[in-house]
DNA sequence: CAATTATTTTAATACAGATTAAAATAATGC
DNA sequence: GCATTATTTTAATCTGTATTAAAATAATTG
């Protein structure tokens, strides 16, 4: 008759884990990691993992769904904070960039997708391209007041995501660098989408 | 230096092999793809492969290197053919990405490195830190001659690259979005890259 | 403290996929 | 056509690793 049958120590250890795939998978890949190289991480056994998830793809699935919602925060947050569609841009982006360079852990594996089982694929597919078109929205905003020059809006936003998604590839972890990123990335993937007239540029993030 | 390298028999088939691998290797994954997926591809038998290639980390390596072998081609070319430095930039992405898209068959599998043996981590890890010092040093000439507008070389190196590395992670082989790719990004990439007083912009590249 | 529940480990099992050896087929030169 | 070499297949082995079941330990509760 408990009303949480599952106590928070739980859900703080399922957490660890999460945290700790994300790293393995970011720097091995999904089959390249082994399920040992994930406890082992953590002070455990393999079998350990088996009493907090089902089975090793949905470890990666519930792992994408943690990236998935972070990734909305950022967008949302960057939304609510941007008045102009070119301050909102780039307001995504720094956000985005400090959750994934961040102490947080990283979170960024959409590479690993194909390892997925055809409904969860389908599933994170389904965010990712509902995040995408996000992303396109506030473009498409920009362009409207002003802010943003014309531009290939679905282009621009793969150019765009391409470039912060890659991060994890050659980012290991010096938090100077990371401090590095978070300012410089903004300001230069924005930089190109400032429309003609508008002297504002991409200091709506500025220190 | 003397005559043509004969393209025999064997050689031909060991190309083929090596488009099929990277394809593979590029939608799952090193660890991801069985040598049997790979060979179905092809109409052989997974065990026919060791007759072309040592064992399934030497076939990553090679399909790494051929990859750097046709980076670099585009680098090169390039450089060549540009005289600005905004020029060069722009032309590289554009012949850089042309044979990613392109019929030549995809060949950008830069995330697997971590499964290479050592050696060949130490090797590929080389030729691709060359790589990005010459798109650097493509970034500096711009700065120095005026054509690109000053700013963080490595920083804006890792974006671009990063940008395209991630092509393959969308793009699946419609040759009208092909064409579209080739066209726009070039664009798109180098836009944010021009400096304040060049008019002329990044139609180095123009159609 | 006793009893129940939660967490982790040890010790199997099962299976996929890399690798190898020997046999079979195809190609080539004489 | 015959002998030799090149290429591919069949059939087996070997290894790693996901997964499970049962046992052991730790935590919690009454």
Redesign the interface.
């Known amino acids: 008759m408990s009303t949480d049958p599952l106590p928070s120590r739980f859900e703080a250890q399922r957490d660890r884990i999460l945290k700790a795939a994300a790293a393995c998978f970011n ?6 990691t082994s399920l040992k190289d994930v406890s082992r991480h953590l002070g455990l056994t393999d079998a350990a993992l088996y009493y907090y998830v089902r089975n090793k793809e949905e470890l990666v699935y519930q792992c994408y769904l943690r990236a998935a919602d972070l990734g909305r925060e950022a967008m949302l947050k960057a939304i609510e904070d941007g008045s102009s569609g070119l301050q909102q841009a780039s307001l995504y982006l720094r956000y985005h960039i400090e959750t994934m360079v961040g102490d947080d852990g990283p979170v960024a594996i ?3 997708i ?2 997925l089982k055809r409904v969860h694929q389908e599933e994170i597919l389904a965010v990712s391209r509902r995040h995408s078109a996000d992303f396109e929205d506030i473009l498409r905003r920009g362009i409207e007041d002003g802010s943003i ?1 014309r ?2 809006v679905r ?2 936003g ?10 994890p ?2 980012f290991h972890g010096s938090s100077t660098m990371a401090a ?2 978070c300012s ?2 903004p300001k ?6 400032v429309a003609a007239g508008n002297k504002a540029g991409s200091h709506a993030s500025g220190s």
């Open positions: 720097e091995k890949g999904y089959s390249g959409m590479s690993e194909p390892s020059a531009c290939d282009m621009t793969n150019a765009i995501m391409g470039s912060i998604n890659w991060i590839k050659w590095e990123i410089e990335f230069i993937l924005t930089r190109g989408l």
